[in-house]
């Protein structure tokens, strides 16, 4: 009003007159308004009391302040569905600042608070199979060296916000791991069954119920934006920007990841032509097909050098062709790094998987490499022999009852024969390939075939045995 009163004037309806404003300079901030200016809202002609025009901007200033502030502290306390939700006493917290000690301290904070939780009735598990137990143990020792602990991990979606109730969906049951670097780890399982809930936990996304985990000394509960600057992602579904290029995506995001502009060209010359977008670097994501836009999420994870990556289901859309790629560079990626993957692809998971996790309904059944899992919950191994007539057919049943009598028939027709080996008899096998290729063997024997049981079966028969 003060400004305007000296720049427009004003007019009196009591006179009738118009009375012009002399101007408003700077020095004006800090002097009274001329009474001729002022409005009069009386008969006696007394006019308002109008404070110096610089106290309006201390008060909008006082505003902008309180309002930010404020905003920020809403946003923390009470976020969207997506973020974490602190305390509202977190802005008091040393850990909040950067602060709270070192890594020895976040270790030990980590094994108090999450160590005791094993012990509650919801987060206890029956059956467990002696590698998860082992890895949960292996997460809670305080002599190991590992660069990511996840411990007794639990999230439950409420179907009400007054409490538990028979409703709730538990999406992730009481998961302890450790992860190191150099390794990609591969999570199996159905839709459902708590593979992406996991990564959302992980990467800050959605906050646990309970439990935690802990990262180059930092809690994903506490701390997330420490680990948010060396974690790169590659969501299940695209984030891409449809009038931007490959190129115009990677110096972006190398951009918010303070990358120089030689550093940028790099990226975008190797990974490009890693992942075979190099042809189509100028060309706008919209018109990408869905295994591009995958190819260049992927690489758009991996801007920054980060000492930790999470792929959930990244080949999903590809042609065979490009996903060998996609491995291949992966491959090379993890060394120095913890990779994280989800995937559906039981073959995927065996070519890429140092290590593999199968989840069913939330629980980690079963843990171990490619072949440890095989090896432990597969039928052993597969023999085909391919007989040309019915009289070789019955010397060849004879054939394998004397060499390996626990060899069980699974299947019989159209002169093949497929027999499961179970683990048992392992030692048994090279002998008995010897017998095959000896000529015993050629003269019943057209063909055959040895394999072992795929992950694919490991996979159906724990999904079988926990819902039964």
């Not at 309006?56 to 920020?72: A, H, K, Q």
């Not at 306390?77 to 974490?84: A, F, H, T």
């Not at 491995?327 to 995927?348: A, D, P, Q």
Request: net charge neutral; hydrophobic share 40%.
């Amino acid at each position: 009003m003060s400004i305007s009163a000296m720049t427009t004037g004003k007019f009196d309806v009591l006179t009738g007159t118009t009375i012009k404003g002399p101007g408003f300079q700077w020095g004006d901030l800090y002097r009274k308004l001329p009474s001729n200016v002022l409005p009069v809202y009386s008969t006696d002609g007394a006019a308002v009391d109008v404070p110096v025009p610089a106290t309006f901007f201390y008060l909008m200033l006082m505003n902008i302040g309180v309002y930010s502030l404020l905003t920020w502290y809403l946003d923390k306390v009470i976020p969207d569905e997506y973020g974490r939700r602190y305390a509202p006493y977190f802005f008091l917290t040393p850990s909040y600042w950067g602060f709270g000690g070192n890594e020895s301290t976040a270790l030990n904070e980590f094994i108090d608070n999450n160590l005791p939780l094993g012990d509650r009735e919801e987060f206890r598990v029956l059956d467990e199979d002696e590698d998860v137990a082992e890895e949960r143990k292996r997460a809670f020792d305080r002599d190991l060296h590992v660069p990511m602990r996840i411990g007794n991990l639990r999230k439950v979606y409420r179907n009400n916000w007054f409490g538990t109730s028979k409703l709730d969906k538990v999406a992730v049951r009481s998961l302890c791991l450790t992860l190191e670097e150099g390794k990609l780890f591969a999570l199996l399982g159905q839709n459902g069954a708590g593979k992406s809930t996991t990564m959302s936990c992980l990467s800050g996304l959605t906050p646990p119920t309970a439990g935690d985990a802990i990262c180059f000394g930092a809690s994903v509960t506490k701390n997330m934006d420490k680990i948010r600057s060396q974690m790169g992602i590659c969501p299940q579904h695209d984030i891409l920007f449809d009038s931007l290029t490959p190129v115009e995506h990677i110096e972006l995001f190398g951009g918010l990841k303070n990358l120089s502009r030689a550093e940028i060209k790099k990226v975008t010359d190797e990974r490009l032509e890693a992942v075979k977008l190099t042809k189509v670097k100028d060309h706008h994501s919209s018109t990408f097909s869905g295994g591009m836009k995958r190819r260049l999420s992927v690489v758009i994870s991996t801007i920054g050098d980060p000492a930790i990556v999470f792929l959930d289901e990244p080949t999903t859309g590809m042609d065979p062709v490009n996903r060998r790629h996609v491995w291949s560079f992966l491959e090379e990626f993890k060394k120095g790094r913890i990779v994280v993957l989800t995937t559906h692809s039981m073959y995927e998971a065996d070519i890429l998987g140092d290590q593999i996790g199968i989840m069913v309904r939330g629980r980690m059944r079963a843990l171990g490499s490619g072949i440890r899992l095989k090896n432990k919950f597969g039928a052993g191994y597969q023999v085909a022999l391919t007989c040309t007539s019915s009289e070789k057919i019955a010397r060849a049943k004879a054939l394998v009852a004397r060499e390996i009598p626990e060899a069980e028939l699974q299947d019989d027709s159209a002169g093949s024969l497929m027999y499961r080996m179970p683990n048992s008899v392992t030692s048994k096998i090279p002998a008995f390939v010897k017998v095959l290729e000896g000529p015993e063997g050629k003269a019943i024997i057209e063909s055959w075939g040895l394999s072992q049981t795929t992950l694919e079966e490991v996979f159906l028969k724990l999904i079988r045995e926990a819902t039964d």
